[in-house]
Nanobody
Framework: QVQLVESGGGLVQAGGSLRLSCAAS????????MGWFRQAPGKERELVAA????????YYSDSAKGRFTISRDNAKNTMSLQMNSLKPEDTAVYYC????????????????WGQGTQVTVST
C-alpha cells in the first residue's frame, strides 16, 4: 500500500508561486510513476503533471508547461510540484496520486490518492 499526504497549498496572488509536496509511505513509492491532479469546482479532475519512477521522464499539461515543475526524491519518498506565475484559473484542489506502473503511460492507472490540498489564486 501507499499512503499519500499533500501539503503546501494556500492563498496566493496572481503571478505568485507555491510549492506543493507529497509525502509517501510504503515500500513501492520509488517503483511507481506519480502524478499531480487538480479539480476545480464544477470541473472534471485533470492531470497537471506526472513523473516516472526515476524522475527521468516527465509530462505536463498544456496549462502547466513552462510554469510548473514536477520532481521527486525517492530517498525521501517525496514528490513536489513547483508552481510559478500562478493564475486565477489554477485555483483548485490539488491531489497527488501513485500509478500502478513505473512508466508514464497514456491514461495511467492511478490507484492511490492523497486527500488533496487547496490552492487559491486571487486576482
Amino acid at each position: 500500500q501507499v499512503q499519500l499526504v499533500e501539503s503546501g497549498g494556500g492563498l496566493v496572488q496572481a503571478g505568485g508561486s507555491l510549492r506543493l509536496s507529497c509525502a509517501a509511505s510504503g515500500r513501492t513509492f520509488s517503483s511507481r510513476a506519480m502524478g499531480w491532479f487538480r479539480q476545480a469546482p464544477g470541473k472534471e479532475r485533470e492531470l497537471v503533471a506526472a513523473i516516472n519512477w526515476s524522475g527521468g521522464s516527465t509530462y505536463y499539461s498544456d496549462s502547466a508547461k513552462g510554469r510548473f515543475t514536477i520532481s521527486r526524491d525517492n530517498a525521501k519518498n517525496t514528490m513536489s510540484l513547483q508552481m510559478n506565475s500562478l493564475k486565477p484559473e489554477d485555483t483548485a484542489v490539488y491531489y497527488c496520486a501513485a500509478d500502478r506502473s513505473s512508466l508514464l503511460l497514456t491514461g495511467g492507472e492511478y490507484d492511490y490518492w492523497g486527500q488533496g490540498t487547496q490552492v487559491t489564486v486571487s486576482t
